[in-house]
């Protein structure tokens, strides 16, 4: 499934958005203008969805209450309101669901965040939509969501296990190599890759191998003198490793662990990891970063390929990506599906290239070359000038 259409009030840095989404998005714009923050509502919602340890409180305390969730521009409205559409496809003339969630902060009566409303429609048709008769009856119902909870959203499960299978990946190469020696609580769902190692030992041997394979050729590709790519766990302590050889002078090459991979090497590898684990909307921040730009060229290819590749005839799978890189963008196929995004007085803005902008690439620029610009500073060239 995708999710087809997002539609906010008052989030963060968007006072008001309504965009179109398919299979791949490219989230484009300026330090600060909110990319990670547009990524977090799929987040959010993951973390409503989760049956265990989720729920919209926990989504709250999670980014320090309501007060730093809601936009600074948000005036006299103050709801925050979350729309999505999923679908099959993105060509569907009428959503396959649609769940809509809107929340501000209560009363006297009832202090904390309570929700104003929560409805869930199915191939156009409505399911519910609260506050029902019951919730106004007992405010403190509307401290949960439906969406949470087992016993209210069997009608719409599908959409929940959708919602909750959400991937987000950020991998910081250096927790990786030194995860011994920082031996720190590895944040829930992994989002910066430390138990990378972890996951793919829980993998099961079959499917284990199938995708070391493939990131196996890749690597070949992509990093000089790389051969092979081998999962052991140790004898002794049973901690995972990642083990490359990479040809020399001697016969048999040199056999390195993770913790002397370059960190382009381990991002690329958590990279395609992430891309052929799991069937839910799959979030990266910055794929570009520590690649070299003719790797990073092929990033929409590889995104394309490994997800055709990893499960043929299986469902479709959505990725949604920031970037800052020029390279990344004159390679994207489909300019429609790049997000740009404008600060203003108002907020954010989220939009796709407009008319004038689709003839210049029509008639031979590059997206990077038509939207990138759009993304700068208006006077970064006093950056310069600094003293």
Sequence with gaps: MLITRLRLKNWRNFRDVDVALGSRGYVIGANASGKSNLLDVFRFLRTIAQSEGGGLQKALKDRGGLSKLRSLHARKDSEVRIEVDVSGSSSDAVPQWRYILAFQSGGR?????????????????????????????????????????????????????????????????????????????????????????????????????????RIQKALEVAVPQFSELHFEQDAVTGVPHLKANFKHWRVHGSWQREDQFSDGTLRLIGFLWALQEGDGLLLLEEPELSLNDAITQHIPLMIDRVLRLRKKGGPLRQVLSTTHSETLISSVSDPQSILLLEPGENGTTVRTADEQERQEMEHGLNPAEVLLPKTRPSNIEQMGLFS
């Excluded at 990786?176 to 829980?202: M, V, W, Y």
Aim: aromatic share 6%.
């Design 109 to 213: 009566k009832t202090p904390g965040v309570l929700i104003q409303q929560e409805a869930v429609f199915r191939d156009g048709v409505e399911l519910f939509s609260r506050p029902l008769e019951i919730d106004r009856a007992d405010e403190v119902r509307l401290t949960q969501t439906y969406l949470e909870q087992i016993n209210s959203n069997a009608d719409f499960r599908e959409l929940a296990d959708f919602l909750a299978a959400t991937t987000y990946m950020h991998l910081v190469p250096q927790l990786l190599k030194h995860s011994d020696e920082i031996s720190g609580r590895i944040i829930e769902n992994d989002p910066f890759g430390q138990g990378l190692l972890h996951r793919i030992a829980k993998t099961n041997e079959k499917t284990q191998k199938a995708r070391l394979s």
